[in-house]
């Protein structure tokens, strides 16, 4: 069984690897055992990022490109190709929100919003895929979100893209699944970050939103998402294509608690 899970031997694309959720997600396709390949557009970052992937003895290089500059991901990516060895899977974690009501947003950062969060995928996984195609294997995860299915206030150009990436996801699988390539996607719900730290504290009305529209009663620990992005890097999920798993702690399963319900 173990087997099935087993990624020795194989190379993973991570894009926005240095830090955050898809170091958490990298971190876990290492200590199964695959070569990382870390994206990313800030060489210091890239530097720490590196170092503490190799400091849990993770084997680990970086890449640095732009996910929306479609000459520079093809190179890259040639690159890594004929350099380092084949890419067996691809993680297009990379994304960026801007919280803003619809009627004050510049058209100018919604299309940024869209070009890095779903335009970025398009573009990595084309030019993946392309290798993928020829060999006849290969995993792509793309990383949704709750917004892939939900909207909320201010994240119109974010739910926009999410969900646009979820049908990416479907229709990738649609064409590549012939390939013996799976596309599937993660939809993180609510986590324990740094970025969420300052509102992660008791009496703050969004930590007790969270708390209580959980069914899990709490929020998501980074290392929540590593089993997830080994099943679907690895064997255990060669018959599945084109899904999201939505790891929210039952956010998505539930409309809600109702005020009087303790």
Request: charged share 20%; with cysteine; hydrophobic share 45%.
């Amino acid at each position: 069984m173990s087997a099935l899970f087993d990624l020795s031997g194989k190379r993973a694309l991570i894009t926005g690897g240095t830090h955050g959720l898809g170091m958490a997600m990298a971190k876990g396709l290492g200590q199964a055992g695959a070569h990382l390949l870390i994206n990313g557009h800030s060489p210091a970052k890239m530097e720490q990022a590196l170092a503490e992937y190799r400091g849990e003895g993770i084997t680990a290089t970086g890449h640095l490109f732009d996910v929306t500059d479609d000459k520079a991901v093809n190179a890259a990516v040639a690159g890594i190709e004929a350099e380092v060895g084949s890419i067996d899977i691809l993680v297009n974690n990379a994304g960026i929100i801007k919280r803003t009501p619809i009627l004050e947003m510049e058209v100018e950062d919604f299309k940024q919003v869209i070009d890095v969060d779903l335009v970025g995928p398009f573009i990595v996984s084309k030019h993946v895929g392309k290798y993928m195609v020829q060999r006849k294997a290969g995993k792509i995860i793309n990383i949704c979100s709750m917004m892939s299915e939900l909207g909320r206030n201010t994240v119109t150009a974010y739910a926009a893209a999410k969900g646009g990436l979820k049908m990416l996801t479907k229709n990738m699988a649609t064409e590549w699944a012939r390939y013996n390539i799976q596309v599937n996607g993660i939809g993180p719900g609510y986590f324990a970050t740094e970025q969420t730290a300052p509102i992660r504290v008791d009496g703050h009305p969004f930590n007790e939103f969270i708390l209580n529209r959980t069914p899990a009663g709490r929020w998501g620990d980074p290392d929540d998402l590593r089993g997830t992005a080994v099943f679907l890097a690895s064997a255990a999920s060669d018959f599945i294509n084109g899904q999201i798993i939505y790891v929210d702690g039952g956010i998505l399963a539930t409309i809600g608690k109702p005020a009087n319900e303790a």
